[in-house]
């Protein structure tokens, strides 16, 4: 299993470079930073003060190379518009983003399998079409319209949670949390929910298909034969039988919670990653889109490799050292 | 589901506990934009001005309509043709409890244009025309300049004054309020980006007290989600409130909306540099000669457009019509200028005189997400166009792309484009800025049509604004800067004006914000009723 991880972070290690070079060169072609930055009123002088500052007057293959030169001593540049290291912004948004998306995680988990348990069960009864019927407009309506839509009901004319932004932060294990302050969790409900929401839909789907498919299997007939209590097959038995597609998704999905999560992030100003890359994408920050880029790049992988350490554990038939050949 | 209820339970009660807490004193604000820094000189931007101007006075203050009132200088006369003298207000502190004195002018005159990280310098305000600012005594300054230059006062108003004590250190020690000691009303609490900017009131302020005794402003980009805050009470006053719920709002009885139209007008560049321009071709495709160059061409296209539609069906009443560059009110503005009218007869005549009875067929370029409602103004105006013989295409891409694309980089690398949208705000408050910028015939060594975007070029203009920028008397220059205005905009047709924006904000009932022509949103302008 060493030897597994250890390829696997080596080959992480290219795919990193491979992509960074791939966004460097793709957001030099789109617009130009100086344009989007300067005043109005700024002069031809200003103008090419600015474009050498930011090391722009260089053709992009020297750019390029005065980057990878920075990332190998850990700098992955400033950024062009808050003239502070590109690494350091990011780091700051990660806690938000992360709370937000572990909190859509557990909402996903919590409500989607045992509905999604539920309904395989009996999947002729009248609440388990309810809850068929409900999932399916998880996944087709958008996000923002929903967003929206929960800021308007919650918020506007309701009044019981706040619109928008992040509650009071506290620190925990030396970063900023704000799910164990009561501000910070009122905060927290909506956007986790609007994030959830396809999420748990999914999960409901993938739960219950793999409930109806364990379900039938001889060792759920045996164990029932066996006189075990319903409560013990389906939480034992057939729990842990389903789990393997659930893992695999979520672990995946999570990594997209994290990296764009845009959306929601931009309906509730939610001071994380999303509303961050979207910001530089607009204002041309090319450094902290590739240095953004290249973090969800390296999330990504780590995320997989903890998906694929995880099902040896749920599974012991798959064997890591396998995927070597 | 049990689980959503009871958290939603327990919000609620959270919630209800926390009301009461609330301060009268304190103001929230939901800000459509963020500063990038709150280091004064780091970044000449209007949401870095508008944060800096609750920190930091200037030497000259301009109010809510531009005009220039004292600040830390209680007053400035010219005492010979090139020397300016500006007497200091005296027993002014820093928030930190240091005095003012002319040390801290003249230092942050240079960190204004020396600033080593600065993205968009303050040069042109603190050494333009080759400012040399002399200590007189702890508080006179005076100001030489090798010609006479009398727009002083005015690019005085521009630069903020910081405290000697900065020296050496930069935007890092700004922004997390080491160093963030001005004299203005309001002092820095702290600042986490992308999340909240907290100020409280400067008890020893040297002008009026605000009202407001602490600052909450939010940074909320998602227009609806702004409104939204506003609606649910989470903020109490928002700005850059969108045209498309302006009636709605009007008719809400908890809100009360501030409008005030601003210095930005939108107008159209014409390429008036290139033959053949790129996007101008005959009615069979072919290349014809540049019409654009030609001014019954430029005026017919603004008799074409009928700006009183534009107001009222895209801006939704939101917005005066333009025929020049600053709306009513503004210094050196011309009171003979006003907005073409709608003549689509006069302009098909006006065509066919310049020789295109069949028109033309072009393309108009301009961005959708930098003004208001820009990408359906463009497809209004390319419909007008159209009536009246210039068949033309509407193009709009993101402000990313279009401002490269449309970039004047002087006659040599003209804008890929030939006929754009385009608006500019005027930060001094009167018509020199937009002249030299728009209008000027483009010259590097002077500064000059820097954002000449079509390469107008008009000699006799040039030389008016050359002595209209020297002359100190306030009449005579107002009067020779009306007249390049004539010239350029009247005679030449070199730009076509369309409108001025105005801007809205929305406060919950109860309290009402002056709107300002600078379209700065500043929490010492909310009042109560």
């Given amino acids: 299993m060493t030897v597994f991880i250890i390829r696997r972070l080596m080959q992480s290690v290219i795919v990193v470079l491979v992509m960074s070079f791939i966004v460097f060169v793709g957001v030099n072609i789109v617009g130009d930073p100086v344009e989007m930055m300067i005043s109005d009123e700024a002069t031809q002088e200003e103008r090419e003060k600015v474009i050498k500052s930011m090391g722009l007057d260089q053709p992009w293959h020297v750019q390029y190379g005065h980057f990878v030169q920075g990332v190998a001593q850990g700098d992955l540049g400033k950024s062009f518009v808050y003239g502070e290291p590109a690494l350091k912004i990011i780091v700051q948004r990660i806690p938000a983003t992360f709370e937000l998306a572990l909190a859509a995680l557990v909402m996903a988990v919590v409500i989607g399998i045992p509905l999604g348990v539920y309904s395989g069960l009996k999947p002729d009864g009248r609440l388990s079409k309810a809850i068929m019927a409900g999932s399916i407009l998880g996944f087709s309506l958008p996000t923002f319209w929903v967003g929206l839509m929960f800021i308007m009901v919650f918020a506007v004319m309701l009044g019981w949670l706040p619109s928008t932004g992040r509650g009071d932060a506290v620190p925990f294990l030396g970063i900023d949390v704000s799910f164990l302050t009561m501000d910070g969790l009122s905060h927290l409900f909506l956007p986790a929910l609007n994030l959830a929401l396809f999420k748990i839909s999914m999960v409901i789907r993938l739960a219950r298909a793999g409930t109806r498919e364990v379900a039938l299997q001889d060792y759920i007939k045996f164990a029932r034969a066996k006189g075990l209590s319903m409560r013990r097959v389906v939480l034992v038995h057939l729990m842990k039988n389903i789990m393997i597609p659930v893992v695999t998704v979520l672990g995946l999905e999570f990594g997209g919670l994290i990296a764009f999560s845009v959306v929601t992030e931009t309906v509730f100003a939610w001071p994380g990653m999303g509303k961050l890359i979207i910001d530089s994408i607009q204002s041309l920050d090319r450094p902290v889109i590739v240095a953004y880029l290249m973090i969800t790049v390296l999330i990504f992988v780590i995320i997989n490799l903890v998906v694929d350490v995880l099902y040896s554990i749920l599974d012991p038939r798959v064997r890591l050292q396998d995927v070597k050949s | ?529």
Wanted: charged content about 25%; some cysteine; overall charge positive.
């Fill in chain 2, 1 to 529: 589901m049990h689980f959503c209820k009871s958290l939603a339970a327990a919000s609620v009660a959270a919630v209800s506990l926390m009301a009461p807490a609330a301060f009268a004193q304190t103001l929230t604000i939901g800000l459509g934009t963020e500063p990038t820094s709150i280091d004064p000189h780091y970044h000449n931007l209007g949401p870095n001005n508008q944060i800096a101007a609750h920190i930091f006075s200037r030497l000259v203050e301009q109010d809510h309509l531009q005009r220039l009132t004292p600040g830390l200088a209680l007053s400035w006369k010219a005492i010979d043709d090139t020397t300016w003298e500006f007497k200091l207000r005296k027993g002014v502190k820093f928030h930190d409890g240091s005095d003012f004195d002319a040390d801290d002018v003249l230092f942050s005159m240079d960190r204004g244009a020396n600033h080593p990280n600065a993205k968009a310098s303050f040069k042109l305000y603190s050494h333009g025309g080759g400012k040399e600012f002399i200590k007189v005594d702890s508080h006179t300054v005076h100001v030489k300049t090798p010609k006479p230059y009398p727009l002083m006062a005015t690019d005085l108003s521009n630069v903020h004054i910081v405290s000697s004590g900065a020296k050496g250190k930069w935007e890092g020690e700004f922004n997390n309020g080491n160093q963030t000691f001005g004299t203005g009303p309001y002092k820095f609490v702290k600042w986490v980006k992308g999340e909240v900017l907290e100020f409280e009131r400067n008890e020893a302020y040297w002008g009026d007290k605000p009202h407001w005794q602490k600052v909450i402003i939010k940074p909320i980009k998602s227009s609806p989600s702004r409104l939204a805050a506003l609606l649910a009470g989470d903020v109490d006053f928002i700005d850059q409130v969108p045209t498309v719920d302006v009636a709605k709002l009007k008719k809400n009885a908890k809100i009360s909306l501030s409008q005030g139209v601003s210095n930005r007008v939108i107008y159209l560049h014409l390429d008036q540099h290139r033959d053949p321009t790129p996007f101008a071709k005959g009615q069979d495709g072919k290349d014809i000669k540049n019409p654009f160059k030609d001014v019954r061409v430029r005026r017919a296209i603004s008799k074409a457009i009928s700006r009183d539609l534009i107001i009222d069906r895209v801006m939704e009443g939101v917005a005066i019509k333009a025929g020049q560059l600053l709306p009513d009110g503004f210094f050196g503005r011309s009171d003979k200028l006003k907005p073409e009218a709608y003549d689509p007869e006069g302009a098909k005549k006006l065509l066919a005189e310049a020789g295109y009875p069949n028109g033309f067929v072009t393309t108009l370029h301009g961005p959708n997400d930098r003004y208001i409602n820009d990408a359906k103004i463009v497809e209004a105006i390319a419909q007008m166009l159209t009536r009246v013989g210039i068949k033309t295409t509407p193009d709009t891409m993101p402000k990313s792309v279009y401002f490269k694309r449309a970039k004047n980089n002087g006659p040599k690398k003209p804008p890929e484009f030939s006929f754009i949208l385009v608006g500019w705000g005027s930060g001094t408050g009167e018509p020199s800025s937009p002249l030299r910028s728009l209008l000027a015939t483009y010259n590097k060594e002077k500064g000059w049509g820097a954002a000449n975007r079509g390469l107008h070029s008009n000699p006799k203009m040039d030389e008016v604004l050359e002595k209209a920028l020297a002359s100190v008397g306030d009449d005579k220059r107002a009067a020779l800067l009306a007249q390049a205005t004539e010239i350029a905009i009247g005679e030449d047709v070199g730009i076509i004006p369309l409108h001025y924006q105005v801007n809205t904000w929305a406060a919950k009932k109860g309290l009402k914000y002056q709107a300002r022509t600078d379209e700065r949103t500043v929490a010492f302008g909310v009042k109560p009723e």
